[in-house]
């Protein structure tokens, strides 16, 4: 960290017992010991609440994360349920026009059936088309004329 070589150390030392003295450099090793833990623990603290700090910011990332994902796996679904609901529906509608199809044509078919029975008896009564426009219809015996 601090680029000090053994010959700055040994000046240090030297002018360091030159002005503390012996009798003084036991105490003043004890409280530039206290000092060094102090500033080591303050250190620590600094570096815990910028961990802190950091891991919070990454929760706050990964939550904001996670309800982005939330968010995206609802629209999903909803959308899933509304394609659901809406190929149900399709699909009763085809049912039910199905089934209206089929009376329909069922119906037709027994007018169809009905029909001709009809018919006949109507065809039967309406005099032959092969008469000449100016001539008049033979008399009928019924008529009397």
């Known amino acids: 960290m601090f680029e000090i070589s ?6 240090l030392a030297v002018v360091t017992l ?4 012996p009798k003084e450099m036991p105490a003043f090793f004890n409280t530039l010991g206290r000092y060094a833990g102090m500033i080591r623990r303050q250190a620590a603290d600094f570096r815990r ?10 929760f706050d990332q ?29 699909a009763k509608l085809e049912a039910g026009s199905k089934a209206a199809l089929e009376a329909r044509l069922a119906a037709a078919q ?12 109507a065809l039967e009564a309406t005099p032959p088309a092969t008469q000449a426009a ?5 008399p009928d015996a019924k008529s009397g004329a």
Not at 6 to 11: C, G, K, V
Request: hydrophobic letters at 40%; a negative charge.
């Open 49 to 58: 609440y910028f961990e802190d700090a950091m891991r919070e910011a990454e």
């Open 18 to 21: 030159v002005l503390v003295g």
């Open 110 to 121: 027994a007018a169809e059936a009905a029909r001709p029975s009809s018919i006949e008896p």
């Open 6 to 11: 053994w010959s700055e150390l040994l000046i």
């Open 134 to 138: 100016g001539e008049s219809p033979a």
């Open 62 to 90: 990964i939550n904001r994360e996670v309800m982005q994902l939330d968010e995206q796996v609802k629209s999903t679904v909803s959308e899933a349920e509304r394609a659901a609901k809406e190929a149900e529906r399709a």
